[in-house]
């Protein structure tokens, strides 16, 4: 049994991440 | 009250102690998980202020378009930040469906999901206290203590162990 809250509040972390790792990748990037 | 209600009386009460064993394994779970994810939450926060303040140099370089690109992703991850850790602070706090009262009938009033302020309405120490005799059976150690323990909101355990008790004595007078 798991919250709906916790739930969302899963896939917004794992938006997140992602939205953290395309950060990197950019900066890598253009610093590369 | 005959001997068959007294076992199917036993029988639902050792339903309804399993069925609470499971939510509150469900609730630890479920607290830890969250747990672990708001730890996560924190890492990539921790990583991402650590990348932007050494990314001074590499951004006076980058094209416009890079800095449009990457001041949006930021501004993403910001929003996804705080969405997530608003979701799983509301996961973890303690709340009352407000279907539950009604589904139950008003038989167990405040047991389950009990809010803070529902507890702190009785001494802690004295509703502790009832709450352990009640479960171990010793009523006369309590009698100081009754009106904690028969306040609504004395804990999960004693309105079983109060029609425990009730029943033992029952039985007791009829033999």
Known sequence: ?32 | MQPSDVSLHEAKEQLLTTALGDVKGSIHANDQKVSAALVVNGLLLTSVVNVVTHTDRTYKKAEPWAHTLGLALLALALVMFIASVGYLLSAMSPYRPETLEKKLDGRYPRVFFPLPDDLEQADPFGSWRGRVADCIGKRSWTSSRRRFSSSRTSCIWSPIARRRAMNGSSSRAAR
């Open chain 1, 1 to 32: 049994m798991e919250s709906d809250c916790a739930k969302k509040g899963y896939e917004w972390l794992v938006l997140e991440g992602g939205a953290v790792i395309l950060f990197f990748v950019l900066v890598a990037s253009v610093a590369v």
